[in-house]
């Protein structure tokens, strides 16, 4: 579940978030649309604990983001939560196997069901014959794809993904989502996706959208 109570956020005295409040359901799937610049990314990085509000509540699995210490957000990232980044964020030093699998190392669930696990997605996305390559040698549909699988990998309740299917092409793009909707079908994950194509927004069940910093209803 996750809540979120007049969230308000300023960057440089210009207002991007104006009072966003919403409610999320265990095993909604919601896509969240708007201009570029309307503030999608700013309201799920405070969502992914990522970015203080500087007004207003936010809540996950009823945790209050805005308490939570550090150490609390990074546990709650590698179990409940799973985040894919606008930009990836993969970890430069590490080859893509050991990105993959990072959140699972971390939280000592490295097993071999785990890791059967993981390799099922790796296979689904076609990124068996790029495990031993850095980031930097990947394309960024392909970065894409590895950041997804990253986030997957630990079967997290909650999974928060930034225009997941920016980088790719449609093929990849429908892969993507097919496996989403499955993810949220089967497992029950709640899924929240940010982005600008009608397409990939109708896999979902709910659309919200921003408009000048508040939800426009
Ligand atoms: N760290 C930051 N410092 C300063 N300004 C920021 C920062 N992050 C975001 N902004 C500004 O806040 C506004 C909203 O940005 P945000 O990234 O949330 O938009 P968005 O809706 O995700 O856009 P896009 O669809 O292009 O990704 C923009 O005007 C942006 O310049
Ligand atoms: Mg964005």
């Known amino acids: 579940m996750i809540v979120t109570k007049n969230l ?29 610049g309307s503030g ?9 604990g990522f970015l203080k509000p500087d007004k207003g509540e936010a809540y996950v699995n009823d945790r209050c983001l805005i308490n939570c210490k550090e150490n609390e957000l990074a546990e709650l990232r590698c179990t409940e939560l799973g985040f894919v980044f606008q930009a990836f964020k993969l970890i430069p030093t590490l080859n893509v ?18 890791r059967e696990y993981v390799m099922s997605l790796v296979k689904e996305l076609e990124i068996e014959d790029m495990l031993k390559k850095l980031p930097s040698q990947l394309s960024g549909g392909q970065c894409q794809r590895v950041a997804i699988v990253r986030a997957l990998s630990y079967k ?36 929240v996706q940010v982005t600008h194509s009608e ?16 939800i426009d209803e």
Do not use: C, W
């Open 8 to 36: 308000e956020k300023s960057f440089n005295d210009e207002a991007v978030l104006k009072g966003v409040s919403l409610e999320i359901s265990d095993g909604e799937f919601v896509s969240i649309m708007g201009k570029s």
């Open 40 to 48: 999608k990314s700013t309201l799920i990085s405070i969502i992914g």
């Open 97 to 114: 196997i050991d990105n993959i699998l990072l959140p699972l190392t971390l939280s000592h669930k490295d097993t071999k069901e785990n």
């Open 156 to 191: 997290p309740s909650i999974i928060i993904l930034d225009e997941p299917t920016g980088a790719l092409d449609t093929t990849m793009e429908e892969a993507v989502m097919k496996l989403l909707a499955r993810i949220n079908k089967e497992q029950g994950t709640t899924i």
């Open 199 to 214: 397409r990939v927004a109708s896999y979902g069940t709910r659309i919200i959208k921003i408009k000048d910093g508040k």
